[in-house]
């Protein structure tokens, strides 16, 4: 008989494949962002809460305040999360807002931001430095939050003329839907056919440089930080 002890054998799992934390992982996409965000305070949450209803309504902090009794500085302090506001402040503010006072508590699972346009309804509208020919429509827009996101559907027609001193703030990405456009950014240029598509730092003047095949059309979508 062997004097050497066994080994013991480690549990397989009936399911072959799975993995710890597979479900978890299930939630993921192929995206670097985080799964999860920072837990926030509940004081964080009511101002967030607080300042997105109160842009929705287009008011200042200055103008809510008095609606609602109190100073803009203490108002700003609700917003930005560092003070717990009483009962009657929070019932104040739900006055001035117009909304239930629950509705300030709400789960932030319950509201995320979402547009939604329908086929052939994007808003047609003069971006700053649009050129004659360029058509922009806007697809959707982000409704609160630190970033804003713009996509807008381009059209160059048959009157457009190349223009690359397009500049903003932020990065854009360009999709290319259909014709040909040889595109600048900064110092380089790149053909864009359908199918093809571009990321760049679009504080460099950018722009469609040659206008090569027609219909030309793309998908733009520019994302910049919101200002504070």
Do not use: W
Not at 74 to 81: R, W
Not at 101 to 126: H, M, N, P, Q, Y
Request: charged share 25%; hydrophobic share 35%; glycine share 8%.
């Amino acid at each position: 008989m062997s004097n050497r002890t066994a080994k013991k054998r480690t549990p397989v799992s009936k399911k072959r494949g799975a993995a710890p934390n597979a479900g978890a992982r299930d939630l993921r996409t192929g995206s670097l962002a985080p799964l999860l965000l920072p837990t926030r305070s509940i004081e964080q949450e009511i101002g967030t809460e607080v300042r997105r209803q109160r842009k929705a309504l287009d008011l200042t902090v200055a103008e809510l305040g008095a609606a609602a009794g109190i100073s803009a500085g203490m108002l700003s302090k609700i917003e930005n999360g560092t003070i717990s506001p009483s009962l009657s402040t929070l019932a104040a503010l739900s006055k001035a807002l117009n909304v239930p006072i629950s509705s300030l508590f709400a789960e932030t699972d319950e509201r995320r931001d979402c547009s939604f346009v329908k086929s052939g309804s994007g808003v047609r509208i003069d971006r700053r430095g649009t050129k004659a020919g360029h058509h922009y429509d806007l697809l959707g827009h982000s409704l609160a939050g630190e970033i804003g996101v713009e996509p807008y559907l381009i059209t160059l027609k048959d009157d457009a003329k190349p223009y690359t001193n397009f500049r903003h703030a932020g990065v854009e990405f360009i999709y290319m839907l259909s014709g040909k456009v040889r595109y600048r950014h900064a110092d380089r240029t790149y053909l864009l056919e359908p199918g093809d598509a571009l990321f760049f730092d679009s504080e460099a003047r950018h722009g469609p440089e040659e206008l090569i095949k027609a219909p030309m059309q793309y998908l733009s979508i520019i994302i910049y930080p919101r200002r504070s």
